[in-house]
């Protein structure tokens, strides 16, 4: 095309996470994972031992 010309820009690095649909669905994935397994260890971590 006339009058277009190819300028070689720095694409910006939050949108190169956005846009890597495998990135997005780990962090989707591990997130909650995570945060239910930390949840779950600090619950156990409240609960009376028996006997005591």
Same mark, same amino acid.
């Given at each position: 095309?006339?009058?277009?010309?190819?300028?070689?820009?720095?694409?910006?690095?939050?949108?190169? #996470?956005? *846009?890597?649909? $495998?990135?997005? =669905?780990?962090?989707?994935?591990?997130?909650?994972?995570?945060?239910?397994?930390?949840?779950? #260890?600090? *619950?156990?971590? $409240?609960?009376? =031992?028996?006997?005591?």
């Amino acid at each position: 095309m006339e009058g277009r010309e190819e300028r070689s820009e720095r694409v910006p690095w939050p949108q190169v #996470l956005l *846009d890597d649909i $495998f990135l997005i =669905l780990m962090a989707g994935l591990v997130v909650p994972t995570l945060f239910y397994l930390i949840w779950g #260890l600090i *619950d156990l971590g $409240f609960i009376p =031992l028996f006997g005591r």
